[in-house]
């Protein structure tokens, strides 16, 4: 499956934005879908996923502000992200489990797939 991530760029501090993962192929609603995002230094952290029924799951310290979602017949996964803060800025990827597959959906070894990233950068 090949994932390509959109929706990235510059927004001051208290914007807003939504990035979007779109998925190829036909196996998309039974995958769990995941973002991740690294910021420069920093190693690759899990921001949110969804499951395949559509149970979601956040980093504690991103819920309230962050919200994924899925469309199952457009094959892709949405990350609406409010109130950023400049510590939000980072390269967010999107992720995909293997169809059927998937417990801790907040592990990078859960996910066999990456999109590319796209850049968010938060100015304060």
């Known amino acids: 499956v090949q994932l390509q991530a959109c929706g990235g760029g510059l927004v001051q501090a208290g914007g807003s934005l939504r990035l979007s993962c779109a998925a190829s192929g036909r196996t998309f609603s039974s995958r769990a879908m995941g973002w991740f995002r690294q910021a420069p230094g920093k190693e690759r952290e899990f921001v949110a996923a969804?499951?395949?029924?559509?149970?979601?799951y956040y980093a504690d310290s991103l819920k309230g502000r962050f919200t994924i979602s899925r469309d199952n017949a457009k094959n892709t996964v949405y990350l609406q992200m409010n109130s950023l803060k400049p510590e939000d800025t980072a390269v967010y990827y999107c992720a995909a489990a293997d169809p059927y597959s998937g417990s801790y959906y907040n592990t990078e070894n859960e996910y066999n797939y990456w999109g590319q990233g796209t850049q968010v950068t938060v100015s304060s």
């Open positions: 969804i499951s395949r029924r559509g149970i979601t």
